[in-house]
Nanobody, 128 residues
Framework: VQLQASGGGLVQAGGSLRLSCAAS????????IGWLRQAPGKEREFVAA????????VYTDSVKGRFTISRDNAKKTVYLQMNSLNADDTAIYYC??????????????????????WGQGTLVTVSS
């Protein structure tokens, strides 16, 4: 199982980035996917997640209305569109996968310990 995160970079405050998480080596459609981030000196925190079907999403409060998670199962890719970025969004962003049943409660995807597989991370730096 491999998850490849990409799309990070340096952006000015107020700008946008789109992160991608490409999966290979397993049945992508069986997995919910989450994005989590870790800022320097801080613990890894949940950002957003999407159900295996793509019909349910969940976000941490600080990114609601600014970030949008989506998935393209045909391309085995999950996206995180990030708008109105600010300095607090600076972090390494990781995507992670959790094998789930169709009725798995999306809210549980906030728990980072639940994830089965992790990507290597992509750095997002927001300059103020």
């Amino acid at each position: 199982v491999q998850l490849q995160a990409s799309g990070g970079g340096l952006v000015q405050a107020g700008g946008s980035l789109r992160l991608s998480c490409a999966a290979s080596g397993y049945s992508f459609t069986r997995s919910a996917i989450g994005w989590l981030r870790q800022a320097p000196g801080k613990e890894r925190e949940f950002v957003a997640a999407i159900s295996r079907s793509g019909t349910a999403t969940v976000y941490t409060d600080s990114v609601k209305g600014r970030f949008t998670i989506s998935r393209d199962n045909a391309k085995k890719t999950v996206y995180l569109q990030m708008n109105s970025l600010n300095a607090d969004d600076t972090a390494i962003y990781y995507c992670a996968a959790k094998d789930t049943i169709l009725t798995f409660p999306t809210e549980r995807l906030r728990q980072r310990a639940l994830y089965d597989f992790w990507g290597q991370g992509t750095l997002v730096t927001v300059s103020s």
